[in-house]
């Protein structure tokens, strides 16, 4: 077996790099190493993962000719995308990463599907698409069509062109819409990491909505789970269903849509207590409003994911936080 892992450097990808091949299963990596945030934290992931069964290529999913060019090399039984121009906030300053990489990237994997009969395509979806939903927790059977910044509205769209193959070209896709994933080799531009920078430098911590937020924090090992578990159950065709009949996460082309989040949302005051606990510090807080682009809770419906994979995340918001300072103070000394 040989997967394609896009993202390869990233917090997710690197995650389920280093479990693919622990596994004995051959991955080819690919990453462009943009500088979204600081590049060095890519190339120790990478180096930390240096396996024999792992290959990495420095590629832009959006060079259309690079990309057809792996596929047509590589022959490839299945593809995790996990590569995007990730978060919200910096989506309102610049758009076209997003329409680059989260649209144009997720065509050219896509196309790479279509062309060399990809037995499952599982990529990457977001939270962040249930946008103004208010009904909790939030259920891939609701429709999302009201995203509220424009890197959801590429995740949203990322569904849509994956069900577009799933029915037109029969290429199986599963889309999972991860919420705040947080843990070790974690992403800069997360809230924990973030936190953790500043309090441990003496300075103030942002906390927007006064506070008053709450999120379904996802430990990476129950992301990367349920991504191992999720590739082995690859869509079928469904013949007999209907639009009227079923669910937007489901079709009748083999195309499915799954959340995959702790399933108990925290609330946002909650979680710094637990990170001042586990440094042993007290945050100095700046209470700011909302921020234009953010929603005011996430909260993962999971029985589907359970149903299908027979697995719920299980890692608690203490225990996480703890392993992510651990490792912060032994990677930044
Ligand atoms: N971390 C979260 O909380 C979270 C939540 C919801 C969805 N997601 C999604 O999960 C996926 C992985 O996120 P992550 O947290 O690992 O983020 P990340 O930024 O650490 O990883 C993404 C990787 O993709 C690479 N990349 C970006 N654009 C590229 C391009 N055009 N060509 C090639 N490589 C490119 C980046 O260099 C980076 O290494 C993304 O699709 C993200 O949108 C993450």
Same mark, same amino acid.
């Given at each position: 077996?040989?997967?394609?892992?896009?993202?390869?450097?990233?917090?997710?990808?690197?995650?389920?790099?280093?479990?693919?091949?622990?596994?004995?299963?051959?991955?080819?990596?690919? *990453?462009?190493?943009?500088?979204?945030?600081?590049?060095?934290?890519?190339?120790?992931?990478?180096?930390?993962?240096?396996?024999?069964?792992?290959?990495?290529?420095?590629?832009?999913?959006? *060079?259309?000719?690079?990309?057809?060019?792996?596929?047509?090399?590589?022959?490839?039984?299945?593809?995790?995308?996990?590569?995007?121009?990730?978060?919200?906030?910096?989506?309102?300053?610049?758009?076209?990463? &997003?329409?680059?990489?989260?649209?144009?990237?997720?065509?050219?994997?896509?196309?790479?599907?279509?062309?060399?009969?990809?037995?499952?395509?599982?990529?990457?979806?977001?939270?962040?698409? &249930?946008?103004?939903?208010?009904?909790?927790?939030?259920?891939?059977?609701?429709?999302?069509?009201?995203?509220?910044?424009?890197?959801?509205?590429?995740?949203?769209?990322?569904?849509?062109?994956?069900?577009?193959?799933?029915?037109?070209?029969?290429?199986?896709?599963?889309?999972?819409?991860?919420?705040?994933?947080?843990?070790?080799?974690?992403?800069? *531009?997360?809230?924990?990491?973030?936190?953790?920078?500043?309090?441990?430098?003496?300075?103030?911590?942002?906390?927007?909505?006064?506070?008053?937020?709450?999120?379904?924090?996802?430990?990476?090992?129950?992301?990367?789970?349920?991504?191992?578990?999720?590739?082995?159950?690859?869509?079928?065709?469904?013949?007999?269903?209907?639009?009227?009949?079923?669910?937007?996460?489901?079709?009748?082309?083999?195309?499915?849509?799954?959340?995959?989040?702790?399933?108990?949302?925290?609330?946002?005051?909650?979680?710094?207590?637990?990170?001042?606990?586990?440094?042993?510090?007290?945050?100095?807080?700046?209470?700011?409003?909302?921020?234009?682009?953010?929603?005011?809770?996430? &909260?993962?419906?999971?029985?589907?994911?359970?149903?299908?994979?027979?697995?719920?995340?299980?890692?608690?918001?203490?225990?996480?936080?703890?392993?992510?300072?651990?490792?912060?103070?032994?990677?930044?000394?």
């Amino acid at each position: 077996m040989k997967y394609l892992v896009t993202g390869a450097a990233g917090f997710i990808g690197s995650a389920v790099v280093e479990r693919l091949c622990a596994m004995g299963l051959e991955v080819i990596g690919i *990453d462009n190493l943009n500088d979204y945030y600081e590049v060095s934290l890519k190339e120790a992931r990478l180096a930390r993962i240096a396996h024999p069964l792992f290959t990495f290529v420095t590629l832009d999913l959006a *060079d259309r000719e690079g990309v057809a060019n792996l596929f047509s090399e590589h022959k490839f039984n299945r593809v995790i995308h996990l590569a995007a121009q990730a978060g919200v906030r910096y989506s309102i300053d610049n758009p076209m990463a &997003y329409a680059d990489s989260n649209l144009v990237g997720h065509l050219t994997i896509l196309e790479g599907c279509r062309h060399h009969n990809i037995e499952h395509l599982v990529y990457a979806s977001s939270s962040s698409v &249930y946008g103004l939903n208010q009904k909790m927790p939030f259920d891939t059977a609701d429709s999302v069509d009201h995203p509220i910044s424009l890197y959801a509205a590429t995740k949203k769209s990322n569904e849509l062109m994956a069900h577009t193959y799933s029915h037109l070209y029969g290429v199986p896709t599963t889309g999972l819409r991860f919420f705040t994933v947080y843990g070790l080799w974690g992403c800069p *531009d997360m809230a924990l990491f973030k936190f953790t920078k500043k309090i441990v430098n003496g300075e103030q911590i942002d906390v927007y909505n006064n506070g008053d937020m709450r999120r379904d924090f996802t430990y990476i090992d129950d992301i990367v789970e349920g991504i191992i578990r999720i590739q082995n159950v690859i869509p079928e065709k469904f013949e007999d269903w209907t639009v009227e009949s079923g669910s937007p996460a489901t079709s009748s082309a083999p195309y499915r849509v799954y959340n995959i989040g702790h399933g108990s949302p925290v609330k946002l005051m909650e979680f710094i207590e637990a990170l001042e606990t586990s440094l042993g510090v007290e945050a100095k807080k700046n209470f700011m409003p909302m921020q234009p682009g953010d929603v005011y809770a996430t &909260y993962a419906d999971t029985k589907d994911l359970f149903e299908a994979t027979d697995y719920k995340p299980q890692v608690k918001v203490a225990e996480g936080v703890k392993a992510f300072v651990d490792w912060y103070r032994e990677y930044y000394k």
